[in-house]
């Protein structure tokens, strides 16, 4: 999110900014590591084409992931945390020729995020409550009560629904490149799920972010 960009952007020491294929992508120094940071885009598609450009182009280490997303899992409620131990992506349906939900010709539907880097993130959650499982991801922006639903009786381990986080996690896998995914809840994705979200990410959600990157930064 544009928050949770500029709140990091005020720590970075000797910055500069390349564009490419339409987005900044802001290089410099946090607490002396070498850091790129930019926005992902919204949707599957544009987070993994900044995946990509990050691995490949501008050869990053390693990844790191935040941004907001929906509860669904039981207790998992606004201003909590919620760390991906796996990744899925819940409009994914290739069947019959593949099994619902797997990415055709890998033979798997969830994504690992890697132990060190959350365990870093979770190191950084002081403060806020952390869950830690599945997270899912698709193409839509899941916002009443009935799709909600409809998601924790498909996937029930599933703790929050997002947009971008499994696409990460795929292109991740593919260069072989660690990655984490932190999200921080701003609705339970139903029929309130539209309120107060800008005011939300603004007020709590860069806040929480600019925090924990902090704080994974100064243990990684």
Known sequence: MHEELRALLGDLAEPRCERVAGRDFHFGLIDGRPVVLVLSGIGKVAAAATTALLLD?????????????????????????VLARELLQHDLDASPIFP??????TG???????????????QGCTGVRVHEGLVVSGDRF?????????LRAALPDALAVEMEGAAVAQVCTD??????????????????AHVDFGRFVEEVAAQITHRVVRRALAVL
């Open 57 to 81: 182009r501008f050869e990053v280490d390693a990844l790191l992931f935040t941004g907001v997303a929906g509860g669904l899992g039981h207790g998992v409620a606004v201003g909590h945390v």
């Open 108 to 122: 798997r539907s969830r994504f690992a995020a890697d132990a060190a880097l959350t365990q870093a993130l979770a």
């Open 175 to 192: 260069f072989a490149r660690p990655f984490a995914v932190m999200r921080t809840v701003s609705d339970r994705a139903d029929d309130n």
């Open 100 to 105: 619902r939900y797997e990415v055709p010709r």
């Open 142 to 150: 899941v916002s009443t009560t009935r799709e909600s639903d409809a």
